[in-house]
């Protein structure tokens, strides 16, 4: 997905990719789980956002839940999403309550912790009702939650009981991937 993203919007990528994009534009198969552990700076964000696109405009993906630290990167991934997708000519719709974009009839979540995952669906017009089924952590940690374990292993016992489960029952197995920087040692 690195030369999607280049190929449509060239400014948004670096001049030259790097040896550890490729592996960050690299989709995962049904219940595959990828961790993705990089710099800061290293356009991980910028590269998964084109994922996400690419994703949805090859029907790679029925429908995605982007989970994030804070409702501002939300509300940013949103923006960029409208943005580069109007840009490759793609079909888009920003629905600010509904904390989703929808990409060429693909929905995407862009959701926090805070937010409710349980039960996401979207109902396409012919009156298929579609779930998630991949999930992409985003660089969840912030300096307070990475402070103690406890905190961490809240997160992560919140990943376990609502995130993973969002794609319902009789569903295949999500595609997971997971972004991030270790802030401490007790970063998981």
């Given at each position: 997905a690195p030369w999607w993203l280049k190929r449509g919007t060239p400014e948004t990528g670096p001049a030259r990719f790097a040896d550890y994009h490729h592996p960050l534009g690299r989709w995962p198969e049904p219940g595959e789980r990828q961790?993705?552990?990089v710099f800061r700076g290293a356009a991980k964000s910028t590269m998964t956002?084109?994922?996400v696109l690419w994703a949805c405009d090859t029907e790679r993906t029925?429908?995605?839940?982007w989970v994030r630290a804070i409702e501002s990167d939300c509300i940013g991934d949103r923006e960029a999403m409208q943005r580069l997708a109007r840009r490759r000519g793609l079909p888009v719709e920003v629905r600010a309550r509904e904390q989703m974009v929808v990409v060429r009839g693909v929905p995407v979540w862009t959701k926090t912790p805070r937010g409710a995952v349980r039960g996401l669906r979207h109902t396409l017009p012919d009156g298929t009702v579609v779930r998630p089924d991949t999930v992409i952590v985003d660089d969840l940690e912030t300096r307070?939650?990475?402070r103690s374990a406890e905190q961490t292993d809240r997160l992560?016992?919140?990943m376990m009981a609502d995130l993973f489960g969002t794609a319902g029952h009789n569903a295949p197995p999500l595609r997971v991937i997971m972004l991030g920087t270790p802030i401490t040692p007790t970063s998981r």
């Open positions: 961790a993705r552990v956002t084109g994922l029925r429908g995605i839940v307070d939650t990475a992560q016992r919140w």
